[in-house]
């Protein structure tokens, strides 16, 4: 296919790794264009649908996004293509937590607005409706009705993480030169950026463990 022939859906399952009942499905919700008709029941596939089916299947099987999820972040691919900013909304919220806590108390409004006083001083160019705000609210809300709001005592330190990640990621879109291949990477740096962070930190969480408890008495 990487001459763009076309061909029957067998090869593209087995280009793309992707099994026939899993693509049949995918077609049937809407996550991947149709082929051309040959026949009845027959339908040829080009190199598109291979890179399709790679960009569901790490929306889903790595980045944990439902097939809803995947489909509006697919469609979005499609209508948002010459704005960046749109399409990253729909790629966060693809990886927004499915349930939300009460945001209709004391406790939650306070952590909000420690969200927003934190926004201001970094001079960070923030939608004042964006979802983010209300999701580092909830873990902040979350926190100090555990007893536990030491843990983010210094929120600065990952803003200051979060600031510094962003540059590079952002940076990394914007130097693909294909207006196409960089909206991909805004969905895809997005969701696998999300995993991949969370795995990366669980494994320095470990180090940092072993390392610190080793200088203290048992």
């Known amino acids: 296919m990487e001459d763009d022939r076309k061909v029957r859906v067998g090869e593209l399952s087995r280009r793309s790794g992707v099994p026939i009942p899993t693509i049949k499905f995918y077609l049937r919700e809407g996550l991947l264009p149709p082929g051309v008709a040959t026949a009845a029941n027959q339908a040829d596939y080009d190199e598109e649908h291979v890179r399709r089916l790679r960009l569901i299947r790490a929306l889903i099987d790595v980045g944990g996004v439902s097939v809803a999820g995947a489909r509006d972040v697919v469609a979005a691919l499609g209508t948002y293509a010459n ?3 749109e399409l990253l909304g729909w790629a966060q919220s693809a990886v927004e937590p499915r349930h939300r806590p009460d945001r209709d108390t004391p406790g939650w409004r306070k952590a909000r607005e420690r969200v927003i006083t934190l926004i201001e001083e970094r ?3 923030i939608y004042p409706d964006s979802p983010a705000i209300d999701l580092v609210a ?5 926190g100090d009705s555990l007893g536990v709001a030491e843990l983010f005592d210094k929120l600065s330190d990952y803003a200051d ?7 590079v990621e952002v940076g990394t ?3 693909r030169p294909d207006p196409a291949a960089r909206m991909e990477l805004v969905v895809l740096g997005t969701v696998l950026g999300e995993a991949l962070f969370s795995a990366l930190r669980m494994l320095a969480h ?7 408890l080793r200088g203290r008495p048992s």
């Open 83 to 85: 704005d960046p900013l």
């Open 123 to 125: 001079g960070w160019l």
């Open 138 to 142: 909830d873990a902040l809300a979350a």
């Open 161 to 167: 993480a979060a600031d510094q990640l962003a540059a």
């Open 173 to 175: 879109v914007l130097d």
């Open 206 to 212: 470990q180090h940092e463990s072993a390392r610190q």
